[in-house]
């Protein structure tokens, strides 16, 4: 981690005000410091060295302190991310529905692995623990999106729609 001076600012004027406008519900500055980091990577698709750095005045709190938080929450981008993230559930429903043949489909769709990202830079391929669907395994989010009891055969269809 490098936290020392940039040149350049990271956060924008307006992602600053929508982290400013947290605080009004909450007792101290230091609880907006989730809501902060996904709204930081709302505007940049991930949270830099130099964001963390930003954010500490704002929040109170120290780079270090907000890094053991961005990198506690798999859902938090601490390194450059796609244009869209893929999240495959690998828990053991999805094992047993099917896990395994959505993840070669999408690896070979995509040409890639987990923790990699397209050369178009369109799409970002991650494993995540849980999405809590089990009655609709196997699942995945792309984005915010939510495709249950997948298939090899629909995944054309859903990656379309990301363009």
């Not at 929508?18 to 991930?46: G, M, S, T, Y």
Request: hydrophobic share 40%.
């Amino acid at each position: 981690m490098n936290f020392g001076m940039a040149t350049e600012q990271v956060i924008s004027d307006e992602a600053r005000k929508e982290i400013e406008a947290l605080f009004h519900h909450l007792p101290k500055k230091q609880a907006a410091c989730i809501d902060a980091l996904k709204i930081v990577q709302k505007h940049n698709r991930w949270v830099s060295d130099q964001a963390l750095v930003e954010l500490g005045p704002i929040l109170e709190m120290t780079p270090h302190e907000i890094d053991s938080i961005a990198t506690f929450y798999n859902i938090i981008f601490r390194k450059p991310v796609g244009r869209h993230v893929i999240f495959l559930c690998n828990s053991v429903s999805c094992w047993i529905m099917g896990y395994e043949g959505i993840r070669n489909a999408l690896k070979e769709k995509l040409q890639i692995d987990f923790g990699m990202t397209t050369k178009d830079d369109r799409f970002t391929f991650l494993p995540i623990p849980c999405l809590g669907n089990c009655d609709h395994a196997p699942s995945m989010i792309v984005d915010e999106d939510l495709y249950e009891d997948l298939t090899p055969e629909i995944l054309d269809e859903i990656l379309a729609k990301y363009e």
